[in-house]
């Protein structure tokens, strides 16, 4: 039974950072690009970020680039965003992904999901 347990999430004053991790169990975590969405209330879930297999190559959403970082460690089969200089608008529930494709940045490329963990972001 895959499981991708995310934690980290909380409430945060604009500008401040927070890290989440996501841990994986119960797929070949080496084999699956891992990435990060999110949905703010009345809104579709949308792309964060993504890693892919060997952490070689990762992707971000324009409105996150050069404030968040994705990595990951295949020993632990866990993966991280590192989110700073945090805003008002990415107040959201951040929702871990894993996907064979490439470079999933659509949710039908999406094969996997966690439970997901709130982000609150406070102006």
């Known amino acids: 039974q895959v499981q991708l347990v995310e934690s980290g999430g909380g409430l945060v004053q604009a500008g401040g950072s927070l890290r989440l991790s996501c841990a994986a169990s119960g797929l070949s975590f080496r084999t699956y690009s891992m990435g990060w969405f999110r949905q703010a209330p009345g809104k579709e879930r949308e792309f964060v970020a993504v890693i892919t297999r060997g952490g070689d190559s990762t992707s971000y959403a324009d409105s996150v680039k050069d404030r968040f970082t994705v990595s990951r460690d295949n020993v632990q089969n866990t993966i991280y965003l590192q989110m700073n200089s945090l805003k008002a608008e990415d107040t959201a529930v951040y929702y871990c992904?894993?996907?064979?494709?490439?470079?999933?940045?659509?949710?039908?490329?999406?094969?996997?999901w966690g439970q997901g963990t709130q982000v609150t972001v406070s102006s």
């Open positions: 992904a894993a996907s064979l494709l490439y470079k999933p940045v659509v949710t039908s490329s999406v094969h996997y």
